[in-house]
C-alpha cells in the first residue's frame, strides 16, 4: 500500500490566536473528521468529502483548544470514515509510524499519531470509538487518552457510533498530556488514595512475550489479579461491542452507502456490510449486556480504583501483513479496547516497554470522571518503565 504525509491539509500558517493560556505556544494536529472553519472535514473518504460542505465553525474541541492558546497545523490523515484500527487507507494511502517504519501507525487516527510522533505536532486531536487513539498511542510510542464519554462536547465531529465516539489526545510526554487533561477537567485531589488491579482475563488477551514485557516494567506494588469480565468473558464482551456499535454505525452511514456506493478499500468494505445486516434483536441484546455491564463496573470501580492492563495485543503488524491476518489480530484488540467503550471509561496509554524493537503500551483505566487521576497515576509506571 503506498505511503503518505501525515497531513490530509497541512496549513500554511499554523491556525491560532495570539494569547496566553495552558496551551500557549504548542501546535495540535487535527484528525480530518473535526470542523475546522473553511475547511471540509472528508473522514478519510473521497466520496465522503465531495458530499460535504465547508464547515462554518469549529468543532467545540477544536474552539477549545485555541481558546488555550494552541495553534492547528493542519488537518491529519485518517481510516476512511473512522471504521478501522490500523492506519491503512487504501484511498490515501498508509502514514508513517516513526517509531516503526515497516509497522503500521495505527488508527483510526493514523496521521495525529505519525504527526505526534514525528515531531511536527507537539499535540495530535483524535477520536477513539474502538480503540483509534489508544492503538496508535501504543504502536508509536505516545501517550494516549481516550476521554470520559461525554467530557468532551462532540458538536462539530462527524460521528461513528454515537454511544462511544469519544474525542482523544496524543502527546510524547506525561507532563504535556497532563496539561491537556486538566484544559477539560478539574484536578485530581492531592495525594489521592488509590488501587491497582490487573484483570488475570485482560492480560490473556495480549500475547504472551507482550504480556511479560509489560509486567516487567511495573513497580512493586500491590495489586489485585481477579478476572473482570462477566460471563462469557472476552467473547460476549467483544459481541455485544460488534453489534451495538456496528448497528448505530449503520443507522448513520447506512442510507448514504446505499445511495453513493463509495469505493471502500480492503477490510472497510467487509465491516460495513457486516454493520448492514445486524439486526435489531442484536442490537437489543447488545444493549442489555453493555447495561448489565455499566451496572457491574460501576460497584466493582470505586474512587481511586484504577485497572491497569495491555493497550494491544503485542507490536503494531508489519505493513506487509496479509488483511487474512490483520482481521484476527484487530479482533483481539477490540477484545481489550471494549471494556472502557462499553462503560464510557477513560483510559491512557502510557509507553513503557518494546518488543522486536517496536513500542507496546500499557493502560490505566479508571472509573468515569477519573481522567485526572489517570494521569496522575501514570507518573508511578512512566517512572518504572524500561525499553528492552
Known sequence: MKTCDAFVLPFDKPLGRASGG?????????KDNFDVAGTISGA???????DQSIAATHARVVETLLASGAAISGKTQMDELAYSLMGLNARYGV??????PDRVPGGSSSGSASATAAGLVDIGLGTDTGGSVRLPASFCGLYGWRATHGLIPADGMVPLAASYDVAGFFTRDLALMSRLVSVFTAPAPSDPAMSFWMPED???????????????TLPDLEYRREPILPEGGAEACLRAFRMHQGYEIWQLFGAWITARQPDF???????FEMASRITQEEFEA????????????DTLLPEGTILLYPTAPGPAPRLDTPQSELEPYRNRALSLTALAGHAGLPQLSI??????????GLS?????GSDALLAEAASHFVSQSQDS
Open 265 to 271: 478499500g480492503p477490510g472497510i468494505r467487509e465491516r
Open 202 to 216: 485482560l492480560w490473556s488477551l495480549a500475547m504472551p512475550e507482550t504480556a511479560h514485557r509489560l509486567r516487567a
Open 364 to 368: 490505566l483505566v479508571g472509573r468515569p
Open 95 to 100: 502514514p508513517l509510524n516513526p517509531a516503526a
Open 351 to 360: 509507553p513503557v516497554a518494546t518488543l522486536d524493537g517496536a513500542p507496546i
Open 44 to 50: 478519510g473518504n473521497p466520496e465522503y468529502a465531495a
Open 286 to 297: 447488545a444493549k442489555t449486556y453493555r447495561d448489565g455491564l455499566r451496572a457491574t463496573l
Open 22 to 30: 495552558p496551551l500557549s505556544g504548542l501546535t495540535i494536529g487535527v
